[in-house]
T-cell receptor, first 113, second 112 residues
């Protein structure tokens, strides 16, 4: 079974721009979570989607948003990019919301200049 | 909210030695504790996990122990190999939403 895929793998943007990242979960998985990973803050939870609905949201500004489609694929969007948004953005999928077992994708490395 | 402390931040061992990474958590309601291995340029990979109704779990050279009373859990790697070199993360989560809180990571270096 194919793992979690994320596109693009690398992205360079300038301040003020917006960006959309994509995640395809493992086939059959219905829950998708997004994380931001930086050397200074570690792994921080952004949001979780299940059945096309946002179920949980981390402590990030409204510039960070996401959505999930009926096929469980998910996108996250960051508007008005800031230098501090440079990070590795990770997507993780779970079969459901009860098992707790998450499988991560390779991440999208976002650099904001 | 939950707070997870992970030690040490860096661990250097010789090939064949054992390595132990320890984590403590603050929320006694947490009941699921996964461990992830992250190699350079890759996403975290789940290597082992344990639930609160189990005290120990083993998978080949990797084992995890959980002490609910003390609220700490540990990862044990025996007979370390150079390919074990990576950053290891512990996490804790509780029922319902199961959103994990991660430790800050341990960089394990195995010298040949």
């Amino acid at each position: 079974k194919a793992g979690v895929t994320q596109t693009p793998r690398y992205l360079i943007k300038t301040r003020g721009q917006q960006v959309t990242l994509s995640c395809s979960p493992i086939s059959g998985h219905r829950s998708v979570s997004w994380y931001q990973q930086t050397p200074g803050q570690g792994l921080q939870f952004l949001f979780e989607y299940f059945s096309e609905t946002q179920r949980n949201k981390g402590n990030f500004p409204g510039r960070f948003s996401g959505r999930q489609f009926s096929n469980s694929r998910s996108e996250m969007n960051v508007s008005t990019l800031e230098l501090g948004d440079s990070a590795l953005y990770l997507c993780a999928s779970s079969l459901d919301r009860e098992s707790g077992t998450q499988y991560f994708g390779p991440g999208t490395r976002l650099t904001v200049l | 909210g939950e707070n997870v402390e992970q030690h040490p931040s860096t661990l250097s061992v010789q090939e064949g030695d054992s390595a132990v990474i320890k984590c403590t958590y603050s929320d006694s309601a947490s009941n699921y504790f996964p461990w992830y291995k992250q190699e350079l340029g890759k996403g975290p990979q789940l290597i082992i996990d344990i639930r609160s109704n189990v005290g120990e779990k083993k998978d080949q050279r990797i084992a995890v122990t959980l002490n609910k009373t003390a609220k700490h859990f540990s990862l044990h790697i025996t007979e370390t190999q150079p390919e074990d070199s990576a950053v290891y993360f512990c996490a804790a989560s509780k029922g319902g939403s199961y959103i994990p809180t991660f430790g800050r990571g341990t960089s394990l270096i195995v010298h040949p």
